[in-house]
């Protein structure tokens, strides 16, 4: 490989920190050496294969490299690009498990797949800052391209270390060292834990000495293309438990004196991980080819088409979607929702499903609105789709049952739930969990208890967990917004339960949490809001002072008197 930072999982996250020095014993270091020129650009198409007994993982794709500034001693280079990934079954091999040991427990020890972590980087679009010598040496890298089975970051893989003077022979021999990091271990820092791509900040769980060579002889030179043959080996030695690590390869490397970039790369690699008994031999092969400019323009024009193609079928979409029916088609559209054809009924719906009009037609919303409850379970649902288009107030309710489907956070209504709010089985609420913080969440009343505490079903896409059933008081639910559908209500709303501590009285709190007291309400006027203590003296505080739970009773509290036709004079 390259002197880039491979990554190998095996149930653990795996870094690999290598220092690369070079010795040299027959070419002038002009032919070989990175001679960056800012704005330069080149492109290669890469593939890997990974040839295991149970399946062969193929990973594709085209990277590009943009130099942004150089000097005699560095360049800073832009990576963009990452190889999708692709796998062919081979089916199970007859001893009944996979090459990494069996998927369950008991049985022989085995090497968890390289795969059961799947967030490597290089797996997927990214971008990579490189700053690198004109010898090829790496010293800095922002973000991470990372592949699996110590195959390293997919934007450092062109480079090669080139000897500094005329040699025609060189080697690459790396100190290396293998970090473990258990899962438990990655914190905050995400897949690497504190470790950079080149190991700054290591907080080691354990470490395990290990050796790279790679060893680079010129065969030939044709026009300005230099083949390079490549023999490469890691390995680290069998400590205790410790899993021994060992790939070799073999290949070649061609490189540009003309652009003065690798052209070229096709090795083949052998991977040996020897885990206890359990020894796993896993072949790769790697290769890259350099795209030339002509063809990269002939590509960029392609995709330029191809997405001006998409804006335009996209734009015509859209003005087609915004565009009100016509008379005629407004009373085609009529003529087939009313006509009692289920088939008939569905395709017009569905073309209604589609338009999203600036003004929406309330015959044609009307229209829709009947088939709400069609006997045909399609024609109701369909109907249901389309009406969000046509009814700004059906599209709010639907937006709700989504939300009120959990597990999400929903925001808060302030309609508090008081000792004398009636409550009933199955009726849905928002409320707090118990050490879940602040965040209100939808709910469905389960059980109404004597003492006031309501058990509530905390929803998960509109289903129930027994362990998402809590006991909680009253003053932790909140009424969901009125335009939610509820089950239906019982023909006798249960009574709310009354104590003494409640009959009257109420905790009061301040709007800093800090304060509060347990009285009963006497008045509000001008803006001051009287108690009386359980003691029988009164005082007085702004409105202003208590809390948005408290503030949000007294306004249910004068709407409820508002709405009560029987209230004395």
Do not use: C
């Amino acid at each position: 490989m390259s002197d880039s930072i491979p990554n190998f999982t095996l149930g653990r996250s795996l870094v690999l920190v290598a220092a690369v020095t070079i010795g040299a014993s027959g070419l002038h270091a002009q032919e070989l050496s990175y001679q960056w020129k800012p704005g330069q650009k080149f492109s290669y198409q890469m593939e890997v294969v990974v040839d295991a007994d149970d399946e062969k993982i193929t990973y594709k794709g085209i990277v590009h490299y943009v130099v942004n500034n150089a000097n005699a001693n560095q360049a800073s280079i832009t990576y963009r690009g990452g190889l999708t990934e692709s796998k062919q079954q081979k089916g199970r091999p007859a001893r009944g498990f996979g090459p990494f040991g069996p998927r369950g427990f008991g049985g022989p020890p085995s090497i968890p797949s390289p795969f059961s972590r799947p967030t490597f980087t290089g797996k997927t679009q990214t971008t990579n800052k490189i700053t690198i010598t004109p010898r090829g040496e790496t010293l800095a890298m922002e973000g991470d391209s990372q592949l699996p089975y110590l195959l390293g970051n997919v934007s450092l893989l062109p480079f090669e270390p080139v000897p500094g003077d005329d040699e025609k022979r060189w080697t690459s021999d790396s100190g290396v060292a293998i970090t473990e990091k258990s899962e438990s271990d990655r914190g905050p820092f995400g897949r690497f834990g504190p470790l950079g791509p080149f190991g700054e900040g290591a907080d080691e769980k354990s470490v395990q000495a290990a050796g790279e060579v790679s060893n680079f002889v010129v065969q030939k030179v044709e026009d300005n293309l230099v083949m390079v043959d490549k023999t490469y080996r890691l390995h680290t030695p069998k400590i205790g438990d410790k899993p021994a690590f060992e790939m070799t390869g073999k290949g070649t490397w061609t490189f540009d004196t003309t652009e003065n970039v690798p052209h070229a790369y096709d090795m083949k690699f052998s991977l040996n991980v020897k885990d206890g008994n359990t020894s796993t031999m896993i072949p790769i092969t790697v290769n890259y080819t350099r795209i030339s400019a002509e063809k990269i323009a002939e590509m960029e024009a392609a995709a330029k088409q191809k997405a001006d193609e998409i804006a335009k079928n996209a734009a015509e979409k859209k003005a087609m979607a915004e565009a009100p029916l016509t008379e005629a088609e407004k009373s085609e559209t009529l003529v087939a929702l009313g006509s009692g054809d289920p088939a008939q009924i569905q395709q017009s719906l569905g073309m209604l499903a589609e338009k999203s009009v600036k003004d929406p037609d309330p015959q044609i919303a009307a229209a829709i609105a009947n088939l709400l409850d069609h006997a045909d379970e399609k024609v109701a649902s369909a109907a249901s789709k389309a009406l969000t288009r046509w009814s700004t107030e059906h599209a709010k309710k639907m937006a709700l049952k989504k939300d009120y489907q959990g597990p999400s956070p929903v925001n808060s209504t302030g309609l508090v739930v008081e000792s004398i709010t009636p409550l009933y089985v199955g009726q849905l609420v928002q409320a707090q969990r118990a050490r879940r913080g602040s965040f209100w969440r939808p709910a469905r009343v389960k059980k109404l208890l004597p003492d006031g505490t309501v058990e509530l079903a905390f929803l998960t896409w509109g289903k129930e967990n027994a362990r998402d059933i809590e006991m909680v008081t009253r003053r932790s639910i909140q009424l969901a917004p009125p335009e939610l559908e509820q089950p239906a209500e019982p023909a006798v709303m249960p009574a709310a339960p009354v104590t003494a501590a409640t009959s009257k009285n109420r905790t009061w709190t301040d709007s800093t949490g800090r304060f509060k007291v347990e009285a009963e309400y006497v008045s509000v006027a001008d803006g001051n809001l009287t108690l009386r203590r359980t003691d029988g003296r009164t005082m007085t505080i702004p409105v202003e002072k208590l809390s948005k739970e408290d503030q949000a009773h007294l306004k249910e509290r004068e709407q409820r008197a508002t709405e009560n036709p029987f209230k004395l004079d």
